[in-house]
């Protein structure tokens, strides 16, 4: 079946590096969303993604679509220790909605 | 905050039973979604609601359904608990776009449920 599978799963940086996870979809979806979650919270919207090969910042995070629309990546430039959460992409196929498997990051200070 | 409320926020259940899980929307929102969330993993997407209509649902059972009334609020109805439906339950809202979930969603904090 469909699967967002997220990598790496777990991540430790220190403070001040940067950060990348990457999500890759096994079918197109119409849209990329990224959401982080902070430990014991509720999933919050970051951004979304619509076109192919598309690329938006957020001061220190940049996100791409692939142009396949099957896979994304966000980069975090100089993490702080405000970043520390789980990053999840999410996006429609069909009539469902796919989380990917989140990666977690811990920033050490 | 989001404006998104749940309740409760725990839950007990015993093997069997059958739970109500309650979401308010944002204001302006009229479209609800459910996901459910075991420890460590993604949200598993249950299903979603537009104008009181199901309009996209996950692989789960028919014993996972739901309501959305006039308000825009909803339900969760689970029948018949089993101990691996013990998780957090999400209730997201958004504006209908183009298709489904395709803007923003608004989670609320969630309704832990453990199956005992």
């Known amino acids: 079946g469909q699967q967002v599978m997220q990598i790496p799963q777990y991540q430790h940086v220190q403070e001040g590096e940067d950060f990348t996870t990457y999500c890759n979809s096994s079918?197109?979806?119409?849209?990329i969303q990224w959401y982080k979650q902070r430990p014991g919270g509720h999933p919050v919207f970051l951004i979304q993604?619509?076109?192919?090969?598309e690329v938006k910042k957020q001061k220190r995070l940049t996100f791409q679509f692939g142009e396949a629309k099957k896979n994304s990546s966000l980069h975090i430039t100089a993490t702080q220790t405000t970043d520390v959460g789980t990053y999840f992409c999410?996006?429609?196929?069909?009539?469902?909605?796919?989380f990917g498997t989140g990666t977690s990051l811990t920033v050490i200070p | 905050e989001t404006g998104v409320t749940q309740s409760p926020t725990h839950l007990i259940k015993t093997r069997g039973q059958q739970v109500t899980l309650r979401c308010s929307s944002q204001?302006?929102?009229?479209?609800v979604s459910w996901y459910q969330q075991a420890l460590g993993q993604g949200p598993q997407f249950i299903f979603q609601?537009?104008?009181?209509?199901?309009?996209g649902r996950g692989n789960f059972p028919p014993r996972f359904s739901g309501l959305q009334f006039p308000n825009y609020s909803s339900e969760l109805n689970v029948n018949a608990l089993e101990l691996d439906d013990s998780a957090l339950y999400l209730c997201?809202?958004?504006?209908?776009?183009?298709?489904?979930?395709?803007?923003?969603?608004?989670f609320g904090q969630g309704t832990r449920l453990t199956v005992v």
């Open positions: 997201a809202s958004s504006t209908p776009g183009t298709g489904l979930m395709n803007t923003e969603a608004f």
């Open positions: 079918t197109t979806l119409s849209n």
């Open positions: 993604l619509v076109k192919s090969g």
């Open positions: 999410a996006g429609p196929a069909g009539n469902q909605f796919y």
């Open positions: 204001s302006g929102h009229n479209t």
């Open positions: 609601y537009y104008r009181e209509e199901e309009n």
